[in-house]
């Protein structure tokens, strides 16, 4: 089964922009479909996008259309998510998740978010 370990959060200005990686260990990411996701304190954790890493196909959310860009590096079995233009509301824990045997989507992204268990995330703090 598949680990994964997010990092690249931290605290940056309004307009500003990051860097998540989502790095992956005990199987190869092209049997998954790898999603991103975050929770803002006090809301719902909210699907924002999502990579088949074997044919390249992505999905956004309407939150994150036009802002963040999803990316995969096989060699290094690590998903990335671009943050650009990042503001106030931005603010949240974001996560990441894989779906084994579930094509990038919609509804792999509803059927992840659904999972109990998930890592202890990376801290994204938008100041304005």
């Known amino acids: 089964e598949v680990q994964l370990v997010e990092s690249g959060g931290g605290l940056v200005q309004a307009g500003g922009s990051l860097r998540l990686s989502c790095a992956a260990s005990?199987?190869?990411?092209?049997?998954?479909?790898i999603g991103w996701f975050r929770q803002a304190p006090g809301k719902e954790r909210e699907g924002l996008s999502c990579?088949?890493?074997?044919?390249?196909?992505?999905y956004y959310s309407k939150s994150a259309k036009g802002r963040f860009t999803i990316s995969s590096d096989n060699a290094k079995n690590t998903v990335y998510l671009q943050l650009n233009s990042l503001n106030p509301e931005d603010t949240a824990v974001y996560y990441c998740?894989?779906?084994?045997?579930?094509?990038?989507?919609?509804?792999?992204?509803?059927?992840?978010?659904?999972?109990?268990?998930w890592g202890q995330g990376t801290q994204v703090t938008v100041s304005s």
């Open positions: 005990g199987a190869a990411l092209d049997d998954y479909a």
């Open positions: 998740a894989a779906g084994g045997g579930l094509p990038c989507g919609i509804g792999a992204m509803t059927i992840l978010l659904m999972r109990d268990e």
């Open positions: 990579i088949n890493s074997d044919d390249g196909v992505t």
